[in-house]
Every structure is written in structure tokens, then in C-alpha cells.
């Protein structure tokens, strides 16, 4: 279920179809849905990435909103693959 969710969130996102208040609302609730460690900070990642995102001033420090956005992806990549592992017993 999880996993669905940030499939989901990351197909909005590459799709362009998802506004800050979204994002922000997914994100937190998400944080709680596992109480792994590598799979939280994953998604705490994502969320400070999804804030610089949001603002061009900070997005433009981190190399333009292109590299900003992949860096979020790149988070939420990771926290469903981890979701993956979690639920085939991996550590």
C-alpha cells in the first residue's frame, strides 16, 4: 500500500500534476507509515527537497528546479524501494 502511494506520488510529480500543498500533505503523512529508520529519513529527505523545489530562490542555489526535482525523486525512489525490502524481509 505504501509503495502504491509513493509510486503514485512520484508519477504526479514527473507528470507535473501536483501542487506544494499536495506534496506537503502526502510527504507528512507518509513519514508515519513505517517506523524504519532508512525508510523515514528517505521521506524527511524528500520533504526538505519538495520545500527547496518549491522555491525558486533555494531551488536555484541547488543547481535549478530540474536538479532539485530529481534529487526529490530520487528520495522517494528510495523510500519505496525500501518499502520493497521491509516487506521481503530484507534489513
Known amino acids: 500500500m505504501t509503495k502504491n502511494r509513493l ?15 499536495e506534496i506537503t500533505q502526502e510527504l507528512h503523512e507518509l513519514l508515519n507509515t513505517s517506523g524504519d529508520y532508512y525508510y523515514q529519513e528517505n521521506i524527511r529527505t524528500a520533504t526538505i527537497w519538495a520545500e527547496i523545489y518549491f522555491c525558486p530562490r533555494k531551488s536555484e542555489r541547488y543547481g535549478g528546479p530540474d536538479e532539485v526535482r530529481g534529487s526529490l525523486l530520487a528520495g ?16
Open 7 to 21: 509510486y503514485n506520488l512520484i508519477d504526479k510529480i514527473v507528470r507535473w500534476n501536483i501542487s506544494e500543498d
Open 76 to 91: 522517494l525512489t528510495l523510500a519505496a524501494r525500501r518499502t520493497i525490502h521491509l516487506k521481503e524481509g530484507r534489513q
